[in-house]
């Protein structure tokens, strides 16, 4: 996908009230109109209200809009299910959107409708930065999940991956915004269509009419809203409503770090009930257990595939501990920022201009000059970058522990039991101990093993390599005072709990023990950074903690099904793993994801992200890097 900067709606409001958008001569909704005409027009023209609403006894019920605008179908949708007793047990909604409004304008658009205030509010409080592509937001519970696609709706909808089970039309009019209307787009929406998908709008344009019954939709026409004497809608041929997939929704998970809990967080979140199982004696003991990482994006001039999984995966797992903190679970974060230093000459301009040229939201990321750079890091330094003044620390080892405990009663553990190999037979996996004895038994397995998963399959199947990592622990009272997180070819946090992360090296071999060489390198990458920072600190006097990344060849995650040509969901073996150093800023994102293609879910992300990482990509043909995944 080609990188676009999102232009915010510009919102205005006619002699009436009504508001508008001034870019294409239209209205938002119809005056004094906009939460009734969601109920009739595209709530009950697909039968989603009432005694025989459509998602009654369904396990997940898919919605696709066109045209988010204030998000007033999505919020009287909200409203309405939670409303019905029989509602669908999880609800998604999928909308597009080209020119988001700001969050400051739906307050004063959400004003008008008082009964929708405590929803309201909520969607402000997670409204996203306008960036390109997808995003996933999680309300009451994880039971409703909003993805918002931002921006062209021909490109988003061409990577979105669902089955919708009903359409709300709600763009701008086709003779204001034709693109959003034409037969590019009817395309797409047919190829989205869950069998028996309905739809709904108040257009009754003869082009309209033409594509989508083109597009075998069965239309009607019904009594229309307001001034609108009719509206239209239609239905696919009817079928037998999908049942759920999974009748036995018992899960096995493989590994205990941030890549296990997190998977099983989001699957136990779908009511599966997960046994997790790890050779420790208890979870982060691995990569995991470092005492501080850090979460950053990481932008690149062409805007590739890692800088997209980088912003996306940034995004959502700052969403996703957001959530936890506000329930009060125990983690340990902080929004500090991260100073992201340029290596060179060359590699400043690069960074300059592709903040130039992409025009982020300053909130996401900014250019700042050396000396602007000096003030942030209270440190003279000796080029500038990128500033993300939302980057973060964190102790990974709370993370874990925050996503166990969200849905402990449906989480089981199993620590200090080695998993020696696998079998599948009578549909059933089952993990056996090196002594032969069965360990536990699921229809389905997740590895989360970290950089041993190649251990359980044939590594022809699964090429994830360990990464040798050193991180040295300086202590506070030897460096001078340092409140953000700063990066050059490595990086430094604050100091927590008295003790500032310094590192890391990269190695592939299997000694498990710090050693003084990378403490030399670990000062060494420091000075690059902060120069004269470290110069109180004896090497040899350091304490480091040595642990093994899982790495795969392309830099890129895995998450997925191992043989998907035998059919996930009949062979039920699942990957997640190949974060490298970046599990922190890809983990969460890639459970989300995992979850969605394990219960056939709308995916989060674009559908080249999603195939990027693929864990059968490698069956394919030999891995290689890719040049244009350099940032």
């Not at 036995?248 to 046994?275: K, Y």
Request: net charge neutral.
């Amino acid at each position: 996908m080609t990188y676009h900067p999102l232009v915010a709606a510009e919102l205005a409001f006619d002699g009436n009230g009504t508001p508008c958008a001034p870019a294409y001569g239209d209205y938002y909704h119809p005056a004094g109109g906009g939460l009734a005409q969601a109920r009739h027009v595209f709530l009950g023209g697909n039968d989603l209200l009432g005694e025989n609403a459509r998602w009654r006894g369904r396990d997940v019920f898919v919605i696709l809009e066109t045209g988010f605008g204030p998000g007033l179908n999505f919020l009287a949708t909200w409203l309405a299910w939670r409303g019905d007793p029989q509602r669908c047990r999880r609800l998604h909604f999928v909308s597009v959107e080209k020119h988001p409004l700001r969050a400051d304008d739906m307050a004063r658009l959400h004003a008008a409708f008082p009964e929708l205030a405590p929803l309201a509010a909520q969607l402000r409080a997670q409204w996203p930065l306008p960036l390109p592509g997808m995003h996933r937001l999680h309300f009451d519970n994880d039971q409703v999940s909003l993805t918002l696609a931002l921006g062209d709706a021909q490109e988003l909808l061409q990577q979105l991956v669902a089955h919708a089970d009903a359409f709300f039309l709600d763009g701008f009019a086709p003779a204001k915004n034709p693109d959003l209307w034409s037969n590019a787009i009817v395309t797409q929406l047919r190829r989205l269509a869950a069998p028996g998908a309905t739809l709904a709008t108040w257009s009754l344009a003869a082009g309209v009419i033409r594509r989508l019954a083109s597009a075998d939709f069965l239309l009607e026409k019904r009594p229309g809203f307001g001034r609108r004497r009719e509206m239209l809608v239609g239905r696919l041929p009817a079928t037998v409503p999908p049942q759920p997939i999974f009748s036995d929704r018992r899960i096995a998970v493989i590994g205990a770090g941030i890549a296990g809990t997190s998977i099983a967080e989001r699957l136990a979140a779908r009511g599966f009930e997960v046994t997790l199982i790890d050779a420790a004696p208890g979870p982060a003991n691995g990569a995991s257990g470092n005492p501080v990482g850090i979460i950053r994006p990481l932008p690149s001039l062409d805007d590739n595939r890692l800088s997209r999984w980088l912003r996306a995966g940034y995004l959502h797992a700052t969403r996703h501990l957001s959530a936890l903190e506000a329930e009060g679970l125990p983690l340990r974060w902080s929004r500090c920022g991260v100073l992201h230093l340029a290596r060179d000459a060359q590699h400043e301009g690069t960074q300059r201009r592709a903040i130039a040229e992409q025009q982020p939201p300053p909130e996401f990321a900014r250019f700042v000059e050396r000396a602007e750079a000096t003030q942030l890091a209270g440190w003279p330094v000796e080029a500038g970058g990128w500033w993300f003044g939302g980057g973060a620390w964190i102790i990974p080892p709370s993370l874990c522990a925050a996503n166990l405990a969200r849905h402990a009663d449906r989480v089981t553990t199993r620590y200090c039991t080695s998993v020696g190999s696998l079998t599948r037979s009578d549909g059933l996996w089952r993990m056996w101990a090196a002594d032969g004895s069965l360990i536990a038994e699921a229809p389905q397995v997740v590895l989360a093993a970290g950089a041993y998963i190649g251990r359980l399959v044939p590594e022809r199947m699964l090429p994830v390599w360990p990464g040798r990592g050193t991180v040295s622990l300086l202590p506070q009272s030897a460096t001078p005072s340092l409140d953000i997180v700063a990066c050059r070819l490595g990086y430094v946090t604050p100091a927590v709990d008295g003790i500032r992360c310094a590192g890391a090296t990269m190695a592939r071999d299997d000694d498990s023990e710090p050693r003084a060489a990378d403490h030399i390198e670990n000062l060494h990458r420091l000075d690059m950074i902060l120069p004269g920072f470290g110069k109180a600190l004896d090497q040899d006097e350091l304490a480091g903690r040595t642990s093994f990344r899982p790495m795969s060849p392309d830099r890129l995650p895995l998450a997925g099904a191992l043989l998907p040509a035998l059919d996930a969901v009949a062979d039920g073996l699942h990957v997640l793993s190949g974060f490298g150093a970046r599990g922190l800023v890809w983990t969460t994102l890639a459970a989300e994801l995992l979850a969605c293609r394990i219960t056939g879910e709308p995916l989060p992300l674009e559908a080249d992200l999603a195939a990027a990482a693929e864990p059968a990509r490698f069956l394919a043909k030999p891995p290689r890097r890719r040049r244009d995944d350099k940032v």
